[in-house]
């Protein structure tokens, strides 16, 4: 079955930097774009970033543009999101989708907490 599993998530100064990872399973990685989304504390779910089946084209929200990187290694079935400078309003449960404008399957979210 598909399988969408986050991690690198966890605490981080604001200024800093994380690196989230999402290891697929389940079906053929290279053949499906790959996104991320977030929602943070009571607010709704923002689509964050997009990646081509072979990383040529990426998307960003306007919101992340130029602090995060999406990137994607089709032999090791991961997707990755560098975020950096990160601000406090960048607080949420992260998750990595299958798909991009229908996905279809979301990982469980990785929690990434900016604080000082």
């Known amino acids: 079955q598909v399988q969408l599993v986050e991690s690198g998530g966890g605490l981080a100064q604001p200024g800093g930097s994380l690196r989230l990872s999402c290891a697929a399973s389940?079906?053929?990685?290279?053949?499906?774009?790959m996104s991320w989304a977030r929602q943070a504390p009571g607010k709704g779910l923002e689509w964050v970033s997009g990646i081509a089946t072979d990383g040529s084209a990426t998307y960003y929200a306007d919101s992340v543009k130029g602090r995060f990187t999406i990137s994607r290694d089709n032999g090791k079935n991961t997707v990755y999101l560098q975020v950096n400078s990160l601000k406090s309003e960048d607080t949420a449960l992260y998750y990595c989708?299958?798909?991009?404008?229908?996905?279809?399957?979301w990982g469980q979210g990785i929690q990434v907490t900016v604080s000082s």
């Open positions: 989708v299958r798909g991009f404008i229908s996905p279809d399957y």
């Open positions: 389940g079906f053929t990685f290279s053949s499906h774009r």
